[in-house]
């Protein structure tokens, strides 16, 4: 039989979907693994891991940043430009994919969550939202630059250390040269010159790209007189 204190006792009470703290278990962890690939030292298998996430988080950033354009694209160009970059936008998915994996075996742990990504990249976010599709085009040029700059680079880190992990760059360097090749022929001239030539900024590459289809509109509109 209850006594006449009918006061529950919430000292040791845990609220539904709660634990306490003394019964939470750590079960997850940013910490290497304890091996790394057969042939690699544990000191080499971290070089490698850093240089791929900074690789990883870069194309990350490059695949939200090519959906965000497949979606404010506008213009005469809109349906081909929008189309390419979905096209381009599947093919990065799978190097980011392939960067994460090798990670992964080399005894790392890859994160392509978005708060790190923004708290380790050395770039700002991509500066166009609703553009002409070739203004776009011209920004991104930029955008595919430093990319490519990036990892020529960590081939030259990586390749002294591990040739499986250099052929991998290697390999996925020559993937986003086509695509920036793709992305330059639209702005590229019959004598090899290119509409944002000398921009030092995405939104100054932009800006040359749209100057320079207006004029040239104007001289086509002119001549059919």
Known sequence: MHTAN?????SSATHPGTLDADRVRTVSSTRRAAFTVPGIVAADGQQLTVALQQRLTSLVDLALTLKHIHWNVVGPNFIGVHELLDAQHA???????????????????????AGRIVETRTWSDYSLDRADAIAHLGALDLVYQGIIGDHRGAINVVGDIDPVTEDLLI????????????VRSHLADWAGGMSNAGARSEMEAASAVAAKNSRNATRIGDTSR
């Not at 009918?6 to 919430?10: E, G, H, I, P």
């Not at 390999?171 to 793709?182: A, D, K, P």
């Open 6 to 10: 009918t006061a529950t006792d919430t």
């Open 91 to 113: 093919g990065v998915q799978v190097l980011v994919d392939d960067l994460a994996e090798r990670i992964s075996t080399l005894g790392g742990v890859p994160s392509g969550l």
């Open 171 to 182: 390999g996925q360097t020559g993937v986003l040269e086509r695509y920036h090749w793709i």
